[in-house]
């Protein structure tokens, strides 16, 4: 599964020729075809013919008429299957910035003009291998939010240790600033 491989990359957007915007991703949930809260569930649409698309590119929708949501498409064409990045942790700003699906979509300003953009860096649009969080052992399996079907199914990961995580498990407390994880700065510009 893409979903939890995908905690501490970077999530890159070049702003000009030597100015960039990186963030570690620090939460994500996963959605795929056979179950009923995926967009994709019903069948192909206008609305979700990108999540059916190429893997690798962005799947971005509204949220209730209100905020953008950022997915990865994943797996392969003709199957909808996607990552919705639900929180990126960026060095040097406030850690709760880009804490939740909408907050993430305005930092990085995406909104639907960006739905089916490839991701890469002549897009000015990227991801990064980052620093390997799933080997330090403290990634959280849990169950997806914000949803009413297919509620039980455990497709969200989290990095325990960041203070950017949306919403945490029950009983999971908020680590302390000290004892924190927090993103390296991405020097691979």
């Not at 909808?80 to 990085?108: C, H, Q």
């Not at 991801?127 to 009413?148: A, C, F, H, K, Y």
């Not at 995580?165 to 390296?184: M, Q, T, Y």
Request: with cysteine; aromatic share 10%.
């Amino acid at each position: 599964m893409v979903a939890p491989n995908l905690i501490g990359c970077f999530l890159i957007k070049r702003i000009s020729k030597k100015s960039y915007l990186a963030g570690v991703i620090v939460e994500t949930e996963a959605y795929s075809q056979e179950e009923p809260s995926c967009h994709g569930f019903s069948g192909r649409t206008r609305r979700n013919e990108t999540l059916f698309g190429e893997p690798g590119n962005f799947y971005i929708y509204l949220s209730y008429g209100i905020n953008s949501c950022v997915n990865i498409v994943t797996g392969k064409k003709d199957w909808a299957n996607g990552v919705l990045l639900r929180s990126i942790a960026i060095r040097g700003e406030n850690e709760r910035i880009a804490s939740g699906p909408g907050l993430l979509a305005k930092r990085f300003g995406l909104d639907r003009n960006y739905n089916n953009l490839t991701l890469l860096p002549e897009n000015d649009f990227w991801l990064t291998d980052g620093e390997n969080l799933t080997q330090m052992g403290n990634i959280v399996q849990t169950t997806r939010i914000g949803i009413s079907q297919a509620k039980d199914i455990p497709w969200r990961w989290y990095l325990k240790s960041s203070r950017s995580v949306s919403k945490r498990e029950k009983g999971d407390r908020i680590p302390p600033k000290n004892k924190c994880w927090a993103p390296s700065s991405f020097e691979g510009l």
